[in-house]
């Protein structure tokens, strides 16, 4: 029987943020999700440079065999990870490109 649930999250940053700031996600993550008393940290890390991001993995394991719980949980760990990315200036990335023309 389903006692919990493992969720994993991918999500970049701008290629812009300084490499002091980079060092500083992982644990920015660790925190918001071991402030959700429903959650239960696996582990994040840098997990890639992507064609417009710096990409993170996070895994972490909801306490609940309950789907809308599990969802709140979710919700309040993403609201978490935003607001600590504000705090610090961190910006989420967006799919971008940029074009060199060379003259």
Do not use: C, N
């Not at 389903?2 to 925190?31: A, N, Q």
């Not at 065999?65 to 709140?72: A, E, S």
């Amino acid at each position: 029987k389903l006692k919990e649930r493992r969720v994993s999250l991918m999500f970049g940053v701008l290629y812009e943020t300084p490499h002091e700031l980079l060092k500083e996600i992982p644990g920015l993550i660790k925190r918001a999700v071991e402030g959700e008393e429903g959650a239960r940290i696996d582990r994040v890390h840098l997990a890639a440079y992507g064609p417009s991001s710096i990409d993170f993995e996070l895994v972490y394991y909801a306490l609940t065999d309950d789907y809308t719980l599990h969802m709140d949980i979710k919700e309040r760990i993403l609201l978490a990870i935003k607001e600590a990315f504000d705090e610090k200036g961190i910006e989420f990335a967006y799919p971008t490109q940029t074009l060199y023309v060379k003259k």
